[in-house]
C-alpha cells in the first residue's frame, strides 16, 4: 500500500489509485471535466494539473498513479497548479456561448462551478469572433448543443465502453471539433439519459427535462429505482410534492453511475390519477376507519376461508406486516402474480435491467410469503372456498387471471394507488402511498437489502400499506409494537434470518448484501 502527501497530508491508497482519486480520499477536489470514476481515463481536457515532486512539470492528476513517497501539491497549495487550471478554463471559455441564462445545465454546469472557483478571469475575445457551431440538434431522446461541448468525449467514451453502440464521435478535428451522431441518427438504445449525466456543461441536455425546472428550486431525496429488480440507486429530484426527474446515484455495487431511460420515466407515474379517498364499489366515497372496521368484520367472520395476496412492488416493510396480518387472521398467503420469482435472476439486456420487473420479489421470498402457491390460491377464488381477498395492490385486478378469481369472492378489498376501472371488482378500496412518499427497503435479485426515503407526502388519506395493515392488526386486537417504518423493520429482523442483525440506519446509503461480514458492525 503506497503512501503519498497531499497538500501536506500523509495518506495511504491501494495499489494503482491515480492522484485524483487520492485527492478525494485526502478531502481534495481537484477540478475536472473529463474524468469520470465510471469511465476509462482520457485525460484530455488537462482541467486536474496538479505539481509532483521530481517531476519537471505540471501532470494530469487522473492518469498519474501513486507511487511511494509521492509528494504531491494541488490546486489548494501550488500557485503553478492553480494558474494552469485557469489558463484552462479561458481556454475553454474563448469559444463557449453566452448561453447560462437559458441554458438547462445553469446550477449543475462544471464549467459555471469551475470558473467561480478557478477562474475568474476576464474574456479576451468579443462575441462576434466566436466560433459557431450546431446548436439544438434533435438526436432521439436528448438534444445536442455542439457550441457548449468542451470536447471532453465523456460521451464517447460511454458509448464505446458501457452500451458498446458508439453512436457519437469527434467531427471536423482542430478548433472546430464538435461531437456528432453516427451519420447524423439518433440515439436509439434505453441509456440515453446517462449521456445527460455523463455531460459536465450543457452539450447534452435531456428534451423530458428541458424548460421544466431550474435545479436550484429542486429537493433531492435518496431512493431506489421499482423499475426491476436490479434495485438502481437513485436520486428524486421534486418540488411541492411532484417528482420532476429521477437521477442515478453512484453505487459500484449495483449500477455505478447508471441508469435505465424506462427507470427515469416512472416518476411520470406517480401525480396522475391516484386514489386520495376510501371507497366502495361504484366509486361511493367511505370514512377510511368505517371500512377499515368493515374488512375486519369480514376477516374475522371468513377466517380460514379468507386470502392474502401480497405485491413484490410492495416494501419489505410492507410484506412483514401483511403476512402478519394474514397469521393473525389465519388465512392463506401467496404474491407470485404472474410467478415474477421465476426470472429474478435472468437478464433483459446485458447493463442494468432484468427480466423481474418489479423491486422485491426477493424480499419477498426471503419473507416466506410464496407458500400454497397462487395458481391453487386463485383456482379456489373461482371455486367459492375463499370468502374474503384481500389485495395489496390493486393492480393486481389488472392481471386477468385474479380478476377472474375475483368474480366469485364475497368481499374483496384492495390496497391501491392508482385510479381504473379494475377497481370496480373491489367491494373496499383504501388509498395507498407510493414508495416516494414513505419510507422503506427493497432487496434486489443479488440479495441486497437497500433503503429508500420518504421524498413528500402522499396525497389525501393515503397511507404506507405496512400502516394499513397495522391499523387492521390493531382492530383485531394484535397490534405490532411500531410506529415507524424503521421499528417494523426491526421487529422484522428479529424474526427473520436474512434480515437479522441488519436496521435502517445501519443499512447506510448503499445498503448491504446478506452475509455481508460488514452487515453486523453497520447496525445503529
Known sequence: MPKCTIDGKE????????????????????????????LPVDGNCRMCMVEIEKFPKLQIACGTPV???????????????????????????????????????????????????????????????????????????????????????????YEREVTKTNLLEFVNRGGSTQISTYNGGSITHEYAGNLVDVCPVGALL???????????????????CPGCSTGCNMTIDHRDGEAYRFRPRRNVEVNKSWMCDPGRDLYKTI????????????????????????????????????AFLASPRASNEDAFAFKKLALVVGGRLDFRVGNPQDKVKVRKDEILQREDRHPNTQGLIDLGLGVTGVEALLGDCKAGKVQVLVLQDGAMLQDPAVAEAAKNVAYVAAMATHQGSHLSAAHAVLPAAMWVETDGTFTNF??????????????????????????????????????TAGDVFVEMAVETKAYADLTHRGLGPMGRGQGDPAKAQATA
Not at 19 to 29: L, T
Not at 206 to 224: A, G, P, Q
Open 67 to 157: 507511487s511511494e513517497g509521492m509528494v504531491i501539491k494541488t490546486q489548494v497549495t501550488s500557485e503553478k497548479a492553480k494558474n494552469a487550471q485557469k489558463d484552462t478554463l479561458e481556454f475553454l471559455l474563448v469559444n463557449h456561448p453566452i448561453d447560462c441564462p437559458v441554458c438547462d445545465q445553469a446550477g449543475e454546469c462544471y464549467l459555471q462551478d469551475q470558473y467561480m472557483d478557478h477562474g475568474l478571469h476576464d474574456s479576451r475575445i468579443v462575441l462576434e469572433d466566436k466560433i459557431q457551431k450546431r446548436k439544438v440538434v434533435d438526436i432521439g431522446p436528448i438534444l445536442l448543443d455542439a457550441e457548449r461541448c468542451v470536447v471532453c468525449s465523456r460521451c464517447l467514451r
Open 271 to 306: 401525480g396522475s390519477g391516484r386514489v386520495t379517498t376510501a371507497h366502495r364499489t361504484g366509486g361511493a366515497v367511505a370514512a377510511q376507519s368505517e371500512l377499515i372496521d368493515e374488512m375486519v368484520a369480514k376477516l374475522q367472520a371468513a377466517g380460514a376461508h379468507s
Open 206 to 224: 435531456s428534451k423530458d427535462f428541458r424548460f421544466k425546472m431550474r435545479v436550484w428550486f429542486l429537493k433531492e431525496t435518496d431512493s431506489i
Open 446 to 483: 443479488d440479495q441486497r437489502v437497500q433503503r429508500f426515503k420518504r421524498a413528500f407526502e402522499a396525497p389525501g388519506d393515503a397511507k404506507p400499506r405496512w400502516e394499513i395493515a397495522l391499523d387492521l392488526l390493531a382492530r383485531l386486537g394484535k397490534p405490532m409494537n411500531a410506529a
Open 11 to 38: 495518506i495511504e491508497v491501494a495499489p494503482g489509485t491515480s492522484v485524483i482519486q487520492a485527492a478525494e480520499q485526502a478531502g481534495v477536489r481537484v477540478p475536472r471535466f473529463c474524468y469520470h470514476d465510471d
